[in-house]
Each structure stands twice: as structure tokens, then as C-alpha cells.
């Protein structure tokens, strides 16, 4: 799988948890991803946005 792909996929995952309230490991199951790889990205995310408000 692309980066672009999972990209969107770990997106999508967070959105739907955010608005949803659907957990997180049903969607990275239904998804196939590890659970661990969406935390992985989105705490990588949180890091970025953080360091660009500085």
C-alpha cells in the first residue's frame, strides 16, 4: 500500500472517530491496520502541528 493511501485511510479513521465516536480498533480492523501504525502516525501528526504553532 502507498504512503498516500494509508495516509488517507488514517485520515479517514480519525474523522470518523472524531464525529462518529466509532472506536478506533473497530475501524482499524475493518481497515486492516494495525492499531499501533494509526497511534504511531497520528501522534507523528499531533508533533508536526505542534511545532508549526511554535
Same mark, same amino acid.
Given at each position: 500500500?502507498?504512503?498516500?493511501?494509508?495516509?488517507?485511510?488514517?485520515?479517514?479513521?480519525?474523522?470518523? &472517530?472524531?464525529? =462518529?465516536?466509532?472506536?478506533?480498533?473497530? #475501524?482499524?480492523? +475493518?481497515?486492516?491496520?494495525?492499531?499501533?501504525?494509526? &497511534?504511531?502516525? =497520528?501522534?507523528?501528526?499531533?508533533?508536526? #502541528?505542534?511545532? +508549526?504553532?511554535?
Amino acid at each position: 500500500m502507498r504512503k498516500i493511501d494509508r495516509c488517507r485511510i488514517y485520515l479517514a479513521i480519525d474523522e470518523l &472517530y472524531q464525529e =462518529k465516536g466509532i472506536s478506533v480498533s473497530l #475501524l482499524c480492523k +475493518f481497515a486492516n491496520i494495525c492499531k499501533q501504525a494509526y &497511534y504511531k502516525w =497520528k501522534t507523528k501528526k499531533i508533533k508536526q #502541528l505542534k511545532s +508549526f504553532r511554535i
